[in-house]
Nanobody
C-alpha cells in the first residue's frame, strides 16, 4: 500500500520561504501525477501544483505562479514544493497527493478523490 509523508512545514513571516518534502513509499510512483493541495482555515480545498512523473510537466494554480516551484527526485521517490515570497493567505495545511494517471485539471478540483495522500504539513505565514 502506497504511503506519502510530508515534512518541512513551519511558521514564517510574510516574504519568507519554506520547502515542503513528500516521501513516497510502498511502491514506485512512476507514471503518476503527483502534487500538492492545501486547505486553509474555513476555506475550500485548493490544488496548488502538480507534476507528471514522466517528463516533469508542471501545473500551478494562478495564485502561486512565479512564487512556488514543484519538483521531484525520482531515485529518492520524493516530491518537493519550494515556496518563496510567502503571503499570509498561503497559510494552510499542505497535503501531498498522487494518482496513477497523467496530470490535468482534475488535480485542481476541490472534490477530486485522491487514492493516495498524506497527513499534511502546516504552513503558517504571519504578516
Amino acid at each position: 500500500q502506497g504511503q506519502l509523508v510530508e515534512s518541512g512545514g513551519g511558521s514564517v513571516q510574510a516574504g519568507g520561504s519554506l520547502r515542503l518534502s513528500c516521501a513516497a513509499s510502498g511502491y514506485t510512483y512512476n507514471n503518476n501525477c503527483m502534487g500538492w493541495f492545501r486547505q486553509g482555515p474555513g476555506k475550500e480545498r485548493e490544488g496548488v501544483a502538480s507534476i507528471y512523473t514522466i517528463g516533469g510537466v508542471t501545473y500551478y494554480v494562478d495564485s502561486v505562479k512565479e512564487r512556488f516551484t514543484i519538483s521531484k527526485d525520482s531515485p529518492k521517490n520524493t516530491l518537493y514544493l519550494q515556496m518563496n515570497s510567502l503571503r499570509p493567505e498561503d497559510t494552510a495545511m499542505y497535503y501531498c497527493a498522487a494518482d496513477r494517471r497523467s496530470c490535468g485539471s482534475w488535480f485542481f478540483s476541490p472534490s477530486y478523490n485522491f487514492p493516495y495522500w498524506g497527513h499534511g504539513a502546516q504552513v503558517t505565514v504571519s504578516s
